[in-house]
């Protein structure tokens, strides 16, 4: 085993045990070469590549100690990690540039309904609300738990991906997945 193999090897128990200046250490070794990554990836755009790099930062210091002891080869494990930050980005741009709306957004602009319902309109929310928990209870699994952790207890993707033990970047995919899924079952339906 080469020097620089080994220093990489108690760098990651020591960033396993906790050790901040182990991660800094790990960090710093390959800042570098990430953030041409993301310069790459973000198309020479320096902005969007400082972007991509302090989040690829935030979730490596997250995640990294999680991951230290299975990770076979380190430069590999965080480029993956940068290139889908900077996939992310090119997301979130797409939908600003579609001005896509958030139906998170939406929900927390809504107010609660207040007002009296008349019975035909009480029926008629009944329903709705029967045909979406059917649409729920339709869905796989996987997607049904992202439905009722995001939807129903209102927890961040972080949160999700902590209780599921999958990426932010996973919680994130599958909510997407059970919406289009809902959407295409509920609008049948309704």
Not at 118 to 123: F, K
Not at 129 to 157: C, G, H, K, N, T
Request: aromatic content about 4%; glycine content about 2%.
């Amino acid at each position: 085993m080469r020097d620089d193999e080994t220093d990489h090897l108690l760098l990651l128990r020591s960033v396993r045990r906790g050790d901040d200046a182990a991660f800094w250490n790990v960090w710093q070794h390959y800042r570098q070469h990430l953030y041409d990554v993301s310069l790459r990836h973000m198309s020479g755009m320096q902005a969007d590549a400082d972007d991509a790099m302090s989040r690829s930062m935030l979730i490596a210091r997250e995640k990294l100690p999680d991951y230290a002891t299975s990770i076979e080869n380190l430069e590999a494990w965080l480029t993956r990690l940068t290139c889908n930050v900077c996939l992310d980005i090119h997301r979130e741009h797409r939908r600003a540039r579609r001005n896509a709306v958030s139906l998170d957004d939406i929900a927390a602009e809504q107010e609660p309904v207040t007002r009296d319902l008349s019975p035909e309109d009480e029926c008629q929310m009944n329903e709705v609300r029967e045909a979406i928990s059917e649409a729920i209870a339709s869905l796989p699994p996987r997607l049904r738990d992202v439905v009722r952790l995001r939807f129903l207890q209102e927890m961040s993707y972080d949160a999700i991906a902590k209780t599921l033990s999958i990426t932010s970047e996973n919680a994130r995919k599958r909510v997407q997945q059970a919406r289009a899924a809902l959407q295409s079952r509920l609008s049948s339906q309704l």
